[in-house]
């Protein structure tokens, strides 16, 4: 296996050929921003968190999907990125409905937490205030569509590891939405093994156990690691 | 040293924000020798928003004619206008009928559909003010100096944003000490 070796924020890497910008940096323990990145399922470049700059391509560019290439050089925190991060950030809230007084994972939600560590304590849009539905048809779980941001974790989660494929996109754009089966209520669509694979992934409170009231959200992210590292490398234990 | 002229306002909120302000407890005696309360629902009995407010903090968004007409004399008259808590700064839970479609779907359910006797939509123009379309967050209709977000923000917040205030300096609302929403 060939090795490349490029420069990130000034610190030389070397790392196999293949791998993404994202894995780069990490493993030269640069932290990146990630909001639809999930360890342990395919990354698919939905919410451009990660954003970051090349130099010799002027395209700001998803860590999580680029590949490194010989002698390139990346930052990942300019103030072009930190502003561009915090917009991002902004729009996601302004894009649904996100009343977090009133959401199961207040306190304990990723996009909360992008909110605070891009500094936004506001957003410049104009809220689209969407008319979107909730599910729960389903016997112990739900979603509340007001608070996807279409990351497609659950899509990913639920078809990669736990090998039922309930979840998929609808539609495009600004009426795009998650759909259980063919458009069913979450409840009939008999490909679901109610496994909660998809309520641990979800990083806002959008999925979620019913019964779960404000702020009382917990997830149990390890497990999904740990699953998809019991599959890839045989270690059965936690 | 002269006193801050103080002012605390309340737009489309629960009250909530303000419950919280006064659970700033004995620190409200100290923040009285730097402060003259000039408006507030908590803390004067003044109906006219002053001329000269030097810090004013503004609970709930913008949801009615009074509350848009009194933003922009807000806006006129003071220096520093502080967006106090989630209504104010995201339109919060008031905001949820926005998703509802403008006013008339929600006042019809309210006053029409659920009402058990003598069913009527209230109309009174100068008495009973008229419900906007939306309801706005306040940056939404005014510029805002400081954004304080929070469901509502607790007291040792309010405390962090406001003591800064009275030494004429700009609070730091970073992290997630001044940063939480709901
Ligand atoms: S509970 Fe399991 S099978 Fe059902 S949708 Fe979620 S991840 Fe898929
Ligand atoms: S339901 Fe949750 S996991 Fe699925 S796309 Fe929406 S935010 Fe992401
Ligand atoms: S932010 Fe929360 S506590 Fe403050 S007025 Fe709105 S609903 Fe009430
Ligand atoms: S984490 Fe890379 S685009 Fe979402």
Redesign the interface.
């Given at each position: 296996m060939s090795v490349r070796t490029l420069t990130i924020d000034g610190q030389p890497v070397a790392i196999a050929e293949g791998a993404t910008i994202l894995e780069a940096a990490k493993e030269a323990g640069i932290h990146i921003p990630t909001l639809c990145f999930l360890e342990g399922v395919s990354a698919v470049a939905a919410c451009r968190m990660c954003l970051v700059e090349v130099e010799g391509i002027s395209k700001l560019l998803p860590a999580c999907v680029t590949q490194v290439a010989e002698e390139m050089v990346v930052h990942t925190n300019t103030p072009k990125l930190q502003e561009y991060r915090r917009m991002t950030v902004e729009l996601l809230?302004a894009e649904g409905?996100?009343?977090?007084?009133?959401?199961v994972a207040?306190?304990n939600c990723e996009l909360?937490d992008a909110?605070?560590k891009v500094?936004?304590?506001?957003?410049r849009f104009?809220?689209r205030?969407?008319?979107?539905s909730v599910d729960v048809s389903h016997p112990q779980f739900g979603i509340d569509h007001?608070r996807c941001i279409l990351c497609t974790r659950c899509v990913r989660v639920c078809d990669e590891i736990e090998g039922a494929h309930v979840w998929d996109v609808a539609q495009r754009g600004t009426a795009a939405y998650i759909v259980s089966g063919l458009n069913q209520p979450w409840g009939e669509v008999d490909a679901c093994t109610s496994c909660g694979k998809c309520v641990d992934a979800c990083p806002t409170g959008a999925i979620f156990r019913k019964g779960t009231t404000?702020?009382e959200k917990q997830r149990d992210r390890a497990k999904l690691e740990f699953l998809v590292n019991a599959r890839e490398k045989h270690e059965w234990t936690r | 040293m002269s006193k801050i002229k103080f002012a605390t306002v309340w737009l489309a909120g629960c009250s909530g924000c303000h419950m919280s302000f006064l659970d700033l407890d004995e620190w409200l005696i100290e923040l009285a020798e730097y402060v003259e309360v000039v408006y507030s629902p908590v803390g004067s009995d003044l109906k006219e928003y002053p001329e000269g407010v030097d810090v004013c903090l503004v609970e709930g968004g913008v949801a009615n004619e009074d509350n848009l007409e009194l933003i922009h004399l807000i806006r006129k008259r003071t220096k520093t206008l502080v967006?106090f808590g989630?209504c104010a700064?995201?339109?919060?839970?008031p905001?949820?009928r926005?998703?509802?479609?403008g006013s008339e779907p929600v006042l019809r359910r309210g006053y029409l559909e659920l009402a058990d006797e003598t069913p009527q939509l209230p109309y009174a123009p100068g008495i009973v003010p008229e419900l906007l379309d939306?309801v706005l967050?306040v940056?939404?209709v005014v510029p805002?100096d400081i954004?304080?977000?929070g469901?509502p923000p607790d007291a040792h917040r309010i405390k962090a944003t406001i003591e800064p205030l009275l030494k004429g300096e700009k609070p730091k609302?970073?992290?997630?000490d001044?940063?939480?929403?709901?």
């Amino acid at each position: 296996m060939s090795v490349r070796t490029l420069t990130i924020d000034g610190q030389p890497v070397a790392i196999a050929e293949g791998a993404t910008i994202l894995e780069a940096a990490k493993e030269a323990g640069i932290h990146i921003p990630t909001l639809c990145f999930l360890e342990g399922v395919s990354a698919v470049a939905a919410c451009r968190m990660c954003l970051v700059e090349v130099e010799g391509i002027s395209k700001l560019l998803p860590a999580c999907v680029t590949q490194v290439a010989e002698e390139m050089v990346v930052h990942t925190n300019t103030p072009k990125l930190q502003e561009y991060r915090r917009m991002t950030v902004e729009l996601l809230f302004a894009e649904g409905n996100h009343v977090c007084s009133i959401c199961v994972a207040n306190g304990n939600c990723e996009l909360q937490d992008a909110a605070i560590k891009v500094g936004m304590d506001h957003t410049r849009f104009p809220y689209r205030f969407p008319n979107r539905s909730v599910d729960v048809s389903h016997p112990q779980f739900g979603i509340d569509h007001n608070r996807c941001i279409l990351c497609t974790r659950c899509v990913r989660v639920c078809d990669e590891i736990e090998g039922a494929h309930v979840w998929d996109v609808a539609q495009r754009g600004t009426a795009a939405y998650i759909v259980s089966g063919l458009n069913q209520p979450w409840g009939e669509v008999d490909a679901c093994t109610s496994c909660g694979k998809c309520v641990d992934a979800c990083p806002t409170g959008a999925i979620f156990r019913k019964g779960t009231t404000t702020a009382e959200k917990q997830r149990d992210r390890a497990k999904l690691e740990f699953l998809v590292n019991a599959r890839e490398k045989h270690e059965w234990t936690r | 040293m002269s006193k801050i002229k103080f002012a605390t306002v309340w737009l489309a909120g629960c009250s909530g924000c303000h419950m919280s302000f006064l659970d700033l407890d004995e620190w409200l005696i100290e923040l009285a020798e730097y402060v003259e309360v000039v408006y507030s629902p908590v803390g004067s009995d003044l109906k006219e928003y002053p001329e000269g407010v030097d810090v004013c903090l503004v609970e709930g968004g913008v949801a009615n004619e009074d509350n848009l007409e009194l933003i922009h004399l807000i806006r006129k008259r003071t220096k520093t206008l502080v967006s106090f808590g989630d209504c104010a700064v995201t339109a919060n839970v008031p905001a949820m009928r926005n998703m509802l479609g403008g006013s008339e779907p929600v006042l019809r359910r309210g006053y029409l559909e659920l009402a058990d006797e003598t069913p009527q939509l209230p109309y009174a123009p100068g008495i009973v003010p008229e419900l906007l379309d939306r309801v706005l967050p306040v940056h939404e209709v005014v510029p805002v100096d400081i954004y304080m977000p929070g469901c509502p923000p607790d007291a040792h917040r309010i405390k962090a944003t406001i003591e800064p205030l009275l030494k004429g300096e700009k609070p730091k609302m970073e992290g997630r000490d001044m940063i939480k929403f709901g």
